[in-house]
C-alpha cells in the first residue's frame, strides 16, 4: 500500500534547542563540536531516526519544474489543470507519475516524494536563492541580487562544519553559474568567508577535452615555485592589511590554501578523471552535459565530497528544446508540453533512473542523499498558451538515499495541486531536513559579518522522511 503519514509534532527534535545561545555559535570552538554530536544522539533516542548521509547530490532544476506535469497528477481535475500528458503506474503502488517519465516510474520505489513544499516567492531570483540557502530573502523581486549579507550557500556551510579531509574539497559547484539577468544568490559562501566558496567547475563534463585548470599548474611552473610564490604572497598580504583588506586577503588566502592541497591530491585529481569511466556506463548516463554531471557526481562522493551541486541549466530557459532550464510560461508564443517533451522530461527519465541505479548497486545509495528539486512549480490554470506560470504555493520535491524511506509519499496537495492538503512543508524545513540527514543540528548557529547568531534553519526537520 502507499505509504503516506501524517506529520506529527517534533517533540523529539526540538529538545535540540535546550543549549544556550553562546554554546551553539559557530565561535565556541571545540565545544561545540562536542555537543552537536550529543544533542543528535538525544534526537535519535527520542524519534529512533538516525541521520545517514555522508554525502548530498542537490540537482537543481532552475526555472521550476511543473509538478502537475511530473509527480502530482491531478487527473479528475477540470479541463485547463490536469495535464496534458497521461499517467503511467509507477513502483510504488497507488502513485502514478507521468508517461514520460517510464524509467522513472520503474525506480520511484527508491525514493520519497514532497507533495507540498511552498513558499511565498515568486520571482526566479528570489525563490532560488531560498531553495539554495533554505533561508527566505529580504525580499521577492526579481531585482534581487547577489550579496554578502545573504545567507550561504548549502555547501558552504557543510564546508564550514564538516571539513572534508585529504585535500579533498567538501563542496564542488557545476557545471554552470546560475543566472537570471543578474548572478543568482546562493550559490556561494556568502559571509562564511571565500575559504568556504565551493570549488566551481564552469567545463562540459561531457566534453572530450573536460579538465579542470583549477588542478592544473601553469607550462613550466612546478610546486616548489608555486610555493615560493605563496611566500610572497603572504608577505604582501601581511602588508597589506592596514589598507583594510585583510579579510578579504585572509578569504583569499584561505581558499588559495586548498587550492595547493588539492593540486597535491591524486585523490582528487583521480576523482575529476571522468574518462576512466567505462564507455558503456559513459552511455548509460547518457552523452549530454546534464548526464556526465550526474555521473561525476558519483565519482565525487566515491571519493568522499560532502555536498555537490549539480546544475540542470544555467539559465530558466523556457522556449527551445536545445537548451535552457524549466520556465515554461509560453512566452513569445512557445508552448510547454513541446518543450517538456523535447528536452527536459526525456533528459531527466534518462538521468535521473541512473543515477539511483547506480549508487544503489555500489551500495551508496544509503549514505548519499539524493535532491531532486527547482525553485517553485507551476500554476494549476493553464494560460492562454497551454502554459503555467510561476506557483510557490506547493509542488514537489524528491529525495532519495541518505536515510530517506523509499517508496514513500509525504504530504497531500488538494484537488488542484494549488496549496497542501496536509502536512506542508516549508523551504526551511526542507533546509532543516537535509541537515539533519547529515547529522548537523539544525538549531546550530552561524554568525554573520556583523557578529548577529543565526541558526543553520529556521525550520524543524521532516523526520517523518527517515525509517
Not at 181 to 204: M, V, Y
Not at 251 to 267: F, H, Q, V
Amino acid at each position: 500500500m502507499q505509504r503516506h503519514q501524517r506529520s506529527s509534532a517534533c517533540r523529539g527534535f526540538r529538545n535540540l534547542s535546550i543549549l544556550r545561545r553562546d554554546l551553539l555559535k559557530i565561535g565556541g570552538l571545540g565545544m561545540l563540536g562536542l555537543t552537536a554530536p550529543h544533542l543528535l544522539r538525544a534526537a535519535e533516542g527520542q524519534t529512533g531516526r538516525k541521520p545517514r548521509a555522508k554525502s548530498v547530490i542537490f540537482l537543481y532544476q532552475f526555472g521550476g519544474p511543473s509538478h502537475l506535469d511530473t509527480f502530482d497528477m491531478k487527473p479528475h481535475a477540470p479541463e485547463g489543470i490536469r495535464s496534458q500528458f497521461a499517467m503511467i503506474d509507477s513502483a510504488i503502488p497507488g502513485v502514478p507519475i507521468c508517461e514520460h517519465l517510464p524509467e522513472t516510474a520503474k525506480v520511484l520505489d527508491k525514493a520519497a516524494l514532497l507533495r507540498t513544499v511552498h513558499h511565498t516567492m515568486k520571482n526566479h531570483n528570489s525563490a532560488s536563492y531560498y531553495a539554495l540557502t533554505g533561508r527566505a530573502p529580504p525580499v521577492d523581486d526579481i531585482r534581487l541580487r547577489d550579496s554578502i549579507d545573504l545567507f550561504p550557500a548549502y555547501g558552504s556551510v557543510v564546508d564550514r562544519l564538516l571539513p572534508a579531509r585529504e585535500g579533498l574539497p567538501a563542496f564542488v559547484a557545476y557545471p554552470y553559474v546560475l543566472r537570471d539577468g543578474a548572478i543568482t544568490p546562493g550559490q556561494h559562501a556568502s559571509f562564511l568567508g571565500k575559504a568556504h566558496d565551493p570549488l566551481l567547475i564552469t567545463q562540459d563534463p561531457n566534453d572530450a577535452n573536460f579538465q579542470l585548470p583549477q588542478l592544473s599548474l601553469p607550462a613550466g611552473l612546478s610546486l616548489d615555485r608555486l610555493n615560493q610564490r605563496r611566500e610572497i604572497q603572504r608577505l604582501v598580504n601581511r602588508q597589506t592589511e592596514m589598507l583594510d583588506y585583510a579579510a578579504a586577503a585572509q578569504g583569499i588566502d584561505a581558499y588559495y590554501e586548498k587550492a595547493l592541497s588539492m593540486l597535491n591530491s591524486p585523490r582528487v585529481r583521480e576523482a575529476f578523471d571522468i574518462a576512466r569511466e567505462p564507455e558503456p556506463v559513459r552511455r548509460a548516463y547518457g552523452r549530454t552535459t546534464y548526464g556526465q554531471s550526474c555521473l561525476l557526481a558519483r565519482r565525487l562522493v566515491e571519493a568522499g565530497v560532502k555536498f555537490i551541486n549539480v546544475y540542470f541549466s544555467d539559465s530558466i530557459g523556457g522556449q527551445t528544446t536545445v537548451d535552457g532550464g524549466w520556465d515554461t510560461h509560453g512566452f513569445n508564443d512557445t508552448r510547454m508540453y513541446p518543450i517538456l517533451t523535447g528536452r527536459h522530461l526525456p533528459l531527466t527519465d534518462h538521468t535521473l533512473p541512473v543515477l539511483l541505479n547506480d549508487l544503489d548497486q555500489r551500495g551508496l545509495l544509503d549514505e548519499t542523499l539524493i535532491v531532486w528539486m527547482g525553485e517553485f512549480g507551476r500554476t494549476p490554470k493553464l494560460n492562454a498558451n497551454l502554459s503555467r506560470d510561476h506557483w510557490p504555493s506547493c509542488y514537489t520535491v524528491l529525495l532519495a538515499g541518505g536515510g530517506v524511506k523509499r517508496g514513500y509519499v509525504h504530504g497531500a496537495s488538494d484537488k488542484n495541486a494549488a496549496f497542501p492538503d496536509r502536512d506542508g512543508v516549508r523551504l526551511d524545513d526542507l533546509a532543516a531536513t537535509m541537515f539533519f540527514a547529515l547529522g548537523l543540528d539544525p538549531h546550530r548557529e552561524l554568525v554573520d559579518k556583523f557578529n548577529r547568531p543565526l541558526p543553520l534553519s529556521a525550520g524543524k526537520p521532516v523526520l517523518e522522511l527517515f525509517g
